[in-house]
């Protein structure tokens, strides 16, 4: 099983960026496709963005198109998000998560049912 760890949140004022990684150990990397989810309070967690086992195909939520970006070298085992433009909703606990079985379509890798690999998560917060 794949041991993901988050790092990178924090605190930025709207219109700000943050780059959040997630950095996996334990087993072969480029076997799974890598996705970010984010939880914030008293709301559902919900799927942000995901990137395909080789890295060639990705996928975001309507809400962060334009503004985020997902990356994945295989060689280092990471995957990267590149969030710009920053909004007050963007803020929550960003998770990332692994699977064998999710394709990189929206409906697939935005829901979490095919992740069993997850990482600790770790804070953003927008505000000013």
């Known amino acids: 099983q794949l041991h993901l760890v988050e790092s990178g949140g924090g605190l930025v004022q709207p219109g700000g960026s943050l780059r959040l990684s997630c950095v996996a150990s334990g087993t072969t990397f480029n076997y799974y496709l890598i996705s970010w989810f984010r939880q914030a309070p008293g709301k559902e967690r919900e799927g942000v963005s995901c990137?395909?086992?080789?890295?060639?195909?990705?996928n975001y939520a309507d809400s962060v198109k334009g503004r985020f970006t997902i990356s994945k070298d295989n060689a280092k085992g990471t995957v990267h998000l590149q969030m710009n433009s920053l909004k007050p909703e963007d803020a929550g606990v960003y998770y990332c998560?692994?699977?064998?079985?999710?394709?990189?379509?929206?409906?697939?890798?935005?829901?979490?049912?095919?992740?069993?690999?997850w990482g600790q998560g770790t804070q953003v917060t927008v505000s000013s």
């Open positions: 998560a692994a699977s064998t079985t999710a394709t990189p379509d929206a409906i697939s890798c935005l829901s979490q049912y095919d992740f069993g690999s």
């Open positions: 990137i395909s086992q080789s890295g060639g195909s990705t």
